[in-house]
């Protein structure tokens, strides 16, 4: 069975960094692209940011594309977002997503996801 674990979240001050990690266990990282997503309190559930199982291929979305880098590390069959410069409007439960795709192609926002992690929470403070 496919187990996705986010780790990393916590609470920061505005103009802080995170970085999440994404740890993937019974399949390894390699086999997916790989996303990011996250839901603030109230509301829908965002796409972040994605890349391909290549890693060549990123998306992000536009508010966050500044200040965040996705990447992995398929060594250790982890990926990570990393974030900059935070912003209260950056406060939400952070996922991480899987799907099966070709190497050089990245997860899209609206895609079907094949595993999702539980989240983990950021708290930005202003």
């Known amino acids: 069975q496919v187990r996705l674990v986010e780790s990393g979240g916590g609470l920061v001050e505005a103009g802080g960094s995170l970085r999440l990690a994404c740890a993937v266990s019974?399949?390894?990282?390699?086999?997916?692209?790989l996303a990011w997503f996250r839901q603030a309190p109230g509301k829908e559930r965002e796409f972040v940011a994605s890349t391909s199982r290549s890693g060549s291929i990123t998306h992000y979305e536009d508010a966050v594309k500044a200040r965040c880098t996705i990447s992995r590390n398929d060594a250790k069959s982890t990926g990570y977002l990393q974030m900059s410069s935070l912003k209260p409007d950056d406060t939400a439960v952070y996922f991480c997503?899987?799907?099966?795709?070709?190497?050089?192609?990245?997860?899209?926002?609206?895609?079907?996801?094949?595993?999702w992690g539980q989240g983990v929470q950021v708290t930005v403070s202003a």
């Open positions: 997503a899987v799907q099966t795709l070709p190497a050089d192609t990245a997860p899209a926002p609206a895609g079907v996801y094949d595993y």
């Open positions: 019974g399949r390894p990282l390699s086999a997916y692209g």
